[in-house]
């Protein structure tokens, strides 16, 4: 594989793939709320979750393989119970500043899954996560896109979808274009996870995957379809055609 062949994404956020537009036959919940636990402790939310409305089979199949048999509503409240997990007060005594005046413990979690694409073959959704828990140096983030394969009734992983793509040329690339010298494992293939858009493919490797956390989400995109599989190119095929009927921007 030739250099050309990948482009660097020098800055890559969670949000940079999400989709800009939405198709009919989606809905979703937005749910934001703040919970003052024992008046000296903050958890603030901000969950998002979409599902399918034009099939009850395809919107339960993703409720089994996304949200744990789940719908919006207990979903959301599972999460919420998972992400404060058991605590007290005595976890969380008066907190007061050099001022004199009484502080706040907080913590934070967001979320979100979008249906990005779709059609009777393959449901596509982004997932995206930060949370900081108080005390914490800094937050944490990573993103994953799950492709379903509707048929096979699973979330297809990245052999499913792509070969492998050379590991030196990789690790070249990262390592020039991110000046990255220490990586956390040897092997870089396989990413996290993959998205295919409709004239690339985007390689996500996420913090603490293959660099430290102040090397950041590690993206690469590749502008050549031969290391798809034939489900790979099925999947790109879609995305070309929601791209020509104007469904979703892909980015």
């Known amino acids: 594989m030739k250099r050309r062949d ?13 989709a800009c537009g939405k198709s009919d036959g989606i809905v979703q919940k937005h749910f934001k709320d703040e919970k003052d636990l024992f008046g000296t402790y903050v958890v603030e939310f901000d969950i998002y979750l979409e599902n399918v409305n034009y099939s009850k089979k395809t919107a339960g199949l993703i409720e089994r393989l996304i949200y744990s048999n789940m719908g919006f509503d207990d979903y959301i409240a599972n999460a919420q119970n998972k992400f404060i997990g058991p605590v007290t007060n005595d976890d969380f005594p008066p907190l ?15 979320e979100s899954y979008k249906i990005i694409n779709h059609n009777k073959s393959f449901i596509v959704i982004e997932y995206n996560e930060y949370y900081y828990y108080t005390g914490m140096a800094h937050g944490n983030y990573r993103t994953n896109y799950f492709v379903i394969d509707i048929s ?19 690790k070249e690339l990262i390592t020039n274009e991110y000046e990255i010298n220490y990586f956390l494992r040897q092997n870089i293939w396989p990413p996290d996870t993959i998205n295919i858009n409709a004239g690339n493919v985007v390689l ?15 993206g690469l ?17 879609l995305a070309e055609l929601s791209l020509r009927k104007g469904r979703f921007l892909w980015i």
């Open 6 to 18: 990948l482009i660097i994404i020098l800055a890559i956020l969670p949000f940079l793939f999400a």
């Open 96 to 110: 007061t500043g050099g001022d004199g005046e009484a502080y706040f413990y907080k913590s934070f979690f967001n």
């Open 152 to 170: 096979q009734e699973k979330i297809l992983d990245v052999s499913d979808l792509m070969n492998p793509v050379d590991e030196d040329s990789l």
């Open 204 to 218: 996500l490797w996420n913090t603490y995957t293959i660099t430290p956390y102040s090397d950041g989400l590690i």
């Open 221 to 237: 995109v590749l502008y050549e379809d031969k290391y798809l599989t034939d489900k790979g190119k099925a999947l790109q095929a």
